[in-house]
């Protein structure tokens, strides 16, 4: 398999939300709302400062996707890149179709001076864990809080 990485365009925007939704319910059993999901989609292309996608294509079909938001650090002087909403559809995975995804994001973020990539995955979820370790990646110290503000849907 030849994997081509390239930006998502808003033409992707129903294979996202799809990919988003699907991913969703495979690793929380979360049903989104489609429009809030699509919106919001929707607002990273509005708003660059927000981030970017990525597909990763084989002979022009879809394959996957995954999402790069941007973390300052002041104790470091620049910005971690955070990979989320990283989906392969089933019959593409385990054929590197994530790690080409990964390695366009580590070199872009080398050329943009990041100072490092960041994700999170659940706590159960071994196979990624495994993966993302593959790679490289380090389990960090830090444990994660949330307080949601909104109703999310």
């Not at 989104?32 to 919106?39: A, M, S, V």
């Not at 890149?81 to 054929?95: E, G, K, L, M």
Request: charged share 25%.
């Amino acid at each position: 398999m030849s994997v081509l990485i390239r930006p998502a365009t808003l033409s992707d925007l129903p294979e996202l939300t799809a990919w988003n939704a699907a991913m969703a319910w495979e690793t929380e059993h979360k049903r989104l709302h489609p429009p809030t999901l699509e919106r919001g989609i929707a607002a990273v292309f509005e708003q660059p400062r927000r981030g970017f996608y990525l597909v990763a294509e084989d002979d022009g079909e879809a394959l996957g996707s995954l999402l790069v938001t941007y973390e300052w650090s002041d104790w470091r002087c620049g910005d971690f890149w955070w990979i989320q909403s990283v989906y392969v559809i089933p019959a593409a995975r385990r054929r590197g179709v994530f790690r080409a995804l990964y390695a366009a994001v580590e070199q872009r973020a080398a050329e943009a001076g990041a100072v490092g990539l960041r994700l999170y995955v659940e706590t159960e979820n071994a196979r990624a864990q495994g993966t993302y370790e593959g790679l490289g990646m380090q389990r960090c110290h830090y444990v994660m809080y949330e307080a949601m503000l909104a109703d999310s849907a």
